[in-house]
């Protein structure tokens, strides 16, 4: 059983910045697809940004050039860095795991993006 726990989400200013944390059980975290995703109000839930085992990163568009995930795989943590915020990058951001073919996800920490 694989256990992800968010942190890092608030209330920031447009143009601010915020580090996602999401800090993972399990002993083979090495091997781990880890990814961000979010859900905004009366919309789907999306993927922002995924991390292979080999550190090859993807990201959505619309966060391309602002955001940034990375992994540390002797703390087991997985890192969502978020510049440049948007009031559009407002949601519930989930941090998601994947092995084989089982996913697991947290409980996800809000970001509200506003002035």
């Known amino acids: 059983q694989v256990q992800l726990v968010e942190s890092g989400g608030g209330l920031v200013q447009p143009g601010g910045s915020l580090r996602l944390s999401c800090a993972a059980s399990?002993?083979?975290?090495?091997?781990?697809?880890m990814g961000w995703y979010r859900q905004a109000p009366g919309k789907e839930r999306e993927l922002v940004a995924g991390?292979?085992?080999?550190?090859?990163?993807n990201y959505a568009d619309s966060v391309k050039g602002r955001f940034t995930i990375s992994r540390d795989n002797g703390k087991k943590v997985v890192y969502l860095q978020m510049n440049s915020l948007k009031p559009e990058d407002t949601a519930v951001y989930y941090c998601?795991?994947?092995?084989?073919?089982?996913?697991?996800w947290g409980k996800g920490t809000l970001v509200t993006v506003s002035s």
């Open positions: 998601h795991a994947r092995i084989g073919a089982i996913d697991y």
């Open positions: 399990g002993t083979i975290f090495s091997i781990y697809s």
């Open positions: 991390i292979i085992s080999n550190g090859i990163t």
